[in-house]
């Protein structure tokens, strides 16, 4: 029943014996050591590079919950989970997620939006989002 122990479709605690479950070829091609350098950013989103992305969108010291931090962290896991829908067309599961991601960040956008034109204008050019 299960191919692929691929981090986005597989729930560890779902199945105990998940090591021994080969990695698909589709997954395993994304290299997650060259992501984010050219157009291959599709990468899992590790405490590191979340930290990272923190970092570059505070707007102050300490700043985790901003509209500009919680906005890239969605669009860093948006973008990985693009990459995987591109080579698991039927995983449906995975598809309903990224949606939901996709609605969490048009929410938080609108909200920035309302608060500060010219801090949303200047999100949108950062991340290279269309509006």
Known sequence: MW???CPATLRVR???H??????CGACASVNLDRAGKGRNRARLLTAERKRELVEEY???PGDTGSPEVQVAVLTER?????EHL???KHDFHTRRGLLKLVGQRRRQLRYLNGRDVN???ELIARLGLRR
């Open 86 to 88: 591109k080579q698991h």
């Open 3 to 5: 191919s692929c122990r």
């Open 18 to 23: 998940s090591k021994s479950l080969p990695q």
């Open 14 to 16: 779902s199945l105990p």
């Open 78 to 82: 948006i973008i990985y989970l693009t």
């Open 119 to 121: 801090r949303y204008r």
């Open 58 to 60: 505070a707007t102050h």
